[in-house]
């Protein structure tokens, strides 16, 4: 079974651009979650979706958006970059329709805003 | 807001001796997780805990959850080099979210 997939792995834009990640997860999950990881914050939530609706969203600012399509891949776009938007963004998938709700992490998009 | 306290932060181990993590968490919970992140990598699913009094264990680690303490500790027996990674606690809080500890940095020396 292929794991949890995100495009792209690196990526590197300036301050005022805008970027759009992607995830791919396994097959068979609905649940989609995004998180941010910074060496100062730890790992932070971002949102979650399940069947392209939005069930909980994190403590972030407006510039921050995701969406979910009917086959489950997900998107997230963060607008106006901000030096401090330099991160890990790790996309988590899940069956969510178990006890264990076991969450498993694709292998992160790197961003860089200089 | 669920609060989940990692200690210790880093934790230099010394190969064949035996340590523990320990996992605190604010609000009552369903579900705990430990992760282990190798520098550079994404997470790698290690335990899932359920319910009080849970253990489970995999090679040289045990987890353990007391849900009446809200507590979670991570045990490692007779650490080994490639033990060395960086180990996380998340707690589900029923709200489609997992709120994760700050992480220990485990270094194994010989």
């Known amino acids: 079974k292929a794991g949890v997939t995100q495009t792209p792995r690196y990526l590197i834009k300036t301050r005022g651009q805008q970027v759009t990640l992607s995830c791919s997860p396994i097959s068979g999950h609905r649940s989609v979650s995004w998180y941010q990881q910074t060496p100062g914050q730890g790992l932070q939530f971002l949102f979650e979706?399940?069947?392209?609706?939005?069930?909980n969203k994190g403590n972030f600012p407006g510039r921050f958006s995701g969406r979910q399509f009917s086959n489950s891949r997900s998107e997230m776009n963060v607008s106006t970059l901000e030096l401090g938007d330099s991160a890990l963004y790790l996309c988590a998938s899940s069956y969510d329709q178990d006890i264990y709700n076991e969450q498993f992490f694709g292998p992160g998009t790197r961003l860089t805003v200089l | 807001e669920l609060k989940v306290e990692q200690n210790p932060l880093f934790l230099s181990m010394q190969e064949g001796k035996n340590y523990t993590i320990y996992c605190n968490y604010s609000t009552t919970s369903d579900r705990l997780y430990w992760y282990r992140q190798d520098p550079g990598k994404s997470l790698e699913s290690l335990f899932v805990?359920?319910?009080?009094?849970a253990v489970k264990q995999e090679g040289r680690l045990m987890a353990s959850l007391d849900t009446k303490a809200r507590l979670s500790t991570l045990h490692i027996t007779a650490a080994v080099h490639d033990l060395s990674a960086t180990y996380f606690c998340a707690v589900d809080g029923n709200d489609y979210k997992l709120s994760f500890g700050a992480g220990t940095t485990v270094t194994v020396r010989a």
């Open positions: 805990l359920l319910s009080n009094g």
């Open positions: 979706y399940f069947s392209e609706t939005q069930r």
